[in-house]
C-alpha cells in the first residue's frame, strides 16, 4: 500500500514539474515542443479556452481512440497522471494568470523550462506510466503502420513542432524543435540517473565478514572467486556484487568501519538484464 501511495505522490510530483513548464516558459512563448501540452499551446491562440482544457479533451480522446483500437493497455497511474497534469495547467492557468513570458531570453526560458519538465516526464516514466498525449497516438500508429515507437513519438512530436512554426513564425518553430530534442535526451539522462546500479569489486582480508552483509543485510546476492596477487603470489578471494546506490553507500560506509585497507573498484551500469534484473521478455 505505501509503494502505491509513493508511487502516486511520484507521479503527481512529476506532473506538477511539467505543469510549471508549460505555464510558465512555453506557454507565453508560444512554444509547442510536442504532447498534448504542444497541441493545446498551438490551439489556445485560436480558441478561447485555457491550455489545460484543451490538454484534458485532446487526452480524453486519445485515451478513448487507444481503447477502441488497442484495448484496454493503458494502467490506471497513467489515466492519473494524464488528468494530474491537464488539471495543474489549468489551476495554474486560473489561479496564476501570466499576461506575457517571464523574460525577454526566450531561449534560456525553453532550456530552463525544457529541463524542469523533462525531470517531471523522467519521474512519471519510471513509475511505468505516462502522462497520455502522444505516447498514446505513437501506440497506435505503431499498432497500424509497424513504425518503430520512438520513431511514432518523434513522427507525432514534429507535427506539432511544424504547427508552431507554421503558425508563429519559423524562429518559434526552431525553438520549439530545439526543446524537443532537448527533451529527450534530458528524459533519457534522468531515467539512467534513476535505474544505474554500481558493479562493485571488493578484495579484503575481511571477505567473509563483507560477504554476510552483502547477503544478510542488504539481501543482495555476490559472486565470489579467487585471484592471485602479481606481487605477493597470494590467494586472494574476490566479491563482485551489483547494488543500486542506497545500498552502496551502506556497504561503502561498512567496508570503511571494517577494513579501511580493502581494495575497490566501481563500475557504473546503466543497464542490467538477467535475474532479479530486466527481463529478457
Known sequence: MM???QSLLNITLGALLIALNIHFFLSPNMVGTGGTSGAGIVLSQ????????IMFALDMLLFI?????IGP???LKSVFASLSLSGMVWALEVYHPLHGPIGHDVLIQIVIGTLIGAIGVAMIFNQ???AGGTGVLAKIIHKFTGLELGRAVLASDILIVISSAWFFGLQIGLYAFF?????GMMIDRTLQ?????KEVVIISEHSEEIKQFIVGDLEKGATLHSA????????KEVITTILDRKDFSKLKSYIQLTDEKAFITVHSMNEIWGQNFKSFA
Open 3 to 5: 509503494k502505491q501511495v
Open 46 to 53: 485560436f480558441m478561447d479556452l485555457p491550455v489545460g482544457v
Open 65 to 69: 481512440l487507444g481503447l477502441l483500437l
Open 73 to 75: 493497455s493503458f494502467g
Open 128 to 130: 511505468e506510466a505516462s
Open 179 to 183: 526543446g524537443l530534442l532537448l527533451k
Open 193 to 197: 540517473f534513476f535505474h544505474e546500479n
Open 228 to 235: 592471485k596477487g602479481a606481487f605477493s603470489d597470494d590467494q
